[in-house]
Each structure stands twice: as structure tokens, then as C-alpha cells.
């Protein structure tokens, strides 16, 4: 239960200690969103918001709550789909995807209405990952790296899946571009999202566990060096066929 | 080096047993299409392939070669987006991607020339895996999930992750919907894609290993039982806002 201004790296080191787990150099720390956002006091009431004329036409449009609405607006820099019930929008991260990542459960709120409040992502999360990563190495010694995760859906398949939307200390992505294969022909699939991949595997690996388990210690996957954060994880604006 | 006809199942039990591992109920054994679909002989010689009209329109319109692009056609029910060095389409079976998953990289071919063939995905992943998963258990005694992975590239993000395109043995969807938060509140992101989420972690297993590792055994996952083929992973077509 992180609240505002919590030590978040003290609290994930006492987590660790807890397990019985040991940090080792080359690991990777996925901490989800929800709790980063928490502690950096990310939280907002929607009785504090006040809709303006666009974001009450477009809750009438997507069946939302016009508050909630603004909060999207003003976390986003387009809206790429809208329908009843759905709303999809680029946030001004880049990261494409329902709600510019708000989220409304298991927030924490003074007056116990969990559902009228609303918790936006970290304001840069990859300087949160980067912070992150720093503090822990000031108080453990171990130079590990750090992912946090959301959990995205996905334009034609089911469900949603872990993803990187700040990293520090990892190499996101694995440019095997112009290498060739097994029969020396250039290979065409190449570049691997590794970023991503283990933002997945760590949130299934929450998800597995007791609910409202947060974070995940990957470890053994860190065989590559880097430092890319995950804005590096965007595919081009100039590239999207799906505005 | 799976050739067409090779005996798939006794091939992976072999593999796992020469690493030392071995199986559990309730372990996943993720398996690469690419051999899946050479075990099944899914392997065209472009040479083989007289492009229609259509074909080499289309393939003029995305710098393609006719041929391939007459394969893509072929396996496909409609093109999502194209322009020049990108098609995407849907394939027959519903996963929207580039080139309807044919592959030109590691392929084997008899005159030593290899970008000269395509491999196509196999005609039924779902019963690909679920025969997987059968001999497997006729000759370890163990029924474990499979899922047939392969590498996705994604509208918004960079580089590629692992999906599920085959799956036995595996409850690929872990449905939250209607479940409770931990503030009595109604979870509104309830519906985790746990199929591709394994196979995002296993192909990332795979390439992180020596080039050209097929297959990884995934253990500690299967917390839940469930038997759910890939196709219940794909987004109803009425529900799809990108086409």
C-alpha cells in the first residue's frame, strides 16, 4: 500500500530482503506503474476536476465519466480511436493506448470512494526508472536494472500483456539488423523488443502471485549491457499506419 | 535443422532430456512456428509460385517480390495496411501481422540458395500444439501445456515480442472481469493474455541463448488449468477499430 511520497527503492529493498532474494549485477526490477505513480503522488480526485466543453462532448460519445475524460485530454497529445465504451489515445509519452494509462482500481483514497479518483502514469517514467536505479545502487551497492511495467491491450488480440514504459539500465532493444542467419542470409526479423518481453514476463509474474503484488526481481535475462530508455521502445510518429 | 517429416515431439523430448531438465505436469513447452512448420512441410519454393495479376500489383505497390507476395495472398483474408516495404494483412486465421507470418530467414532449402523459399505458418497451429502435447504425453507420461510461439511486430512499439499462435493445455486467458480490487472496487483492467504473455517470455529465452534455439521449457507458470487454443486469443473482427 505505497502512499505519496513513500521511499519507494527502500520499500522494494525491504520486499527483496524479505524473500529471502539477493540482487545481483545484471538483474532487472520490474516495478509496476500503479505504485510509482503512487509514490510520486500521482493521484487525483475527480471532484477536483472540472470537464471542460470537449471532454464533456467526448464522455457523451464514449459513455465516461466527463472528469476522467479531462484527465485523458490533458495527458494526451491525440485521440487515435473513439467509440462507446472506448477510448483510445497517444499519450504525450508517445505510448499509444486506452485512457492514457489512468487508472482507476485499487487506488488508495482519503475518503474511502476508491472509484472517484484517478491515478495518472509518472510524469516522466523513465527518469522515475532512472532514479530508481540510483537509489537502490546508493543503498545496496548492486548496479541492477530497472523496467517499470503497464499492462497494454492490444489492438487485435485479447487480454493484455506487460510493457515497458520507463527503463534505466537495460538495453531495450536488440538490433540484430544485418547480422545474418543460419545459412548467412541477412536475417529480416531483427530487432527484438527485449524491454517488452520482460515487462511481460514480470507482470505475469505479479499477476501469478498474491494479488497486488507490484514488483518482480528478473533475474538471468541481463545478458546484454545498454542503458535505453523506454521512449527509445516508439515506433516513429512517421510510422504509424494507424493514426 | 528440422526437415519436413521429422518426428517433432521425439526431437524436443531429446533436447530436454540432453539439457538435464525434465518435464512436470503443468510445465508449457513453448516451440518456435519456424520448426513447427518445417516438421509439417510448410516450406514453398518461390520458383513454384506463378503470381496472379493482383499479386504483382501489390507487390509493385510494397517493393515485394510477386511471389511472395502471391503466398501472402494466399494465406490471407484481407490487407490491414500497405505501402511501400510494409504488408500487413490478416491471415486466414485471424492474426493480423506482417507477410501472414511467412518467414525467409533460416530456411533450408535443397540447391543451397535460401532466400529462394518461404515458410508458411502451419495450417492449424491450435492442432499442431494439441498433437504436440499429445505425443508428448504418450511418451513421457507428462501432459504439459504447449503453445507455438512467434515474433509480432506491433503498430506503436518497436522491435518484436513472442505471441501464442498455437496453444494446448494452456488457460491463455486469465478472466478478471467482474472480479473485486483490493478496495471492494471492480477491477476494470481484468482480462490478462497469460498464453502470450508465456510466449513473450519464452522467445525471449530463445533468442537469448545461442542462435537458432527453437524451444524453451517454461516452468512455474501453469498455476492455472485450462485448455484454451490460440484463436480465443484474437480479438473478436467486429471489435477491431484498426482495420
Known sequence: MVQAGDDLPALLLAAIAEQGLALEAGDVLAVAQKIVSKAEGRLVRLSDVTPSAAATALADETDKDPRLVQLILDESTDVVRKKPGVLIVRHRLGIVGAHAGIDQSNIEHGDGVAD??????????????????????????????????????????????????????????????????????????????????????ATLAMGETTEGTPAALVQGVASHEGDEPAASLLRPLEEDLFR
Open 116 to 201: 472517484e479518483a484517478a491515478l495518472l502514469l509518472p510524469e516522466n517514467p523513465d527518469a522515475s526508472a532512472a532514479r530508481l536505479r540510483d537509489a537502490i545502487e546508493r543503498s545496496s551497492g548492486r548496479r541492477v536494472g530497472v523496467i517499470i511495467t503497464d499492462s497494454a491491450n492490444r489492438p487485435w488480440r485479447l487480454g493484455t500483456v506487460g510493457i515497458a514504459i520507463g527503463a534505466a539500465g537495460v538495453q531495450g532493444l536488440d538490433d540484430r539488423r544485418g547480422g545474418k542467419d543460419l545459412f548467412g542470409r541477412e536475417m529480416n526479423v531483427t530487432l527484438i523488443n527485449r524491454a517488452d518481453s520482460i515487462a511481460a514476463l
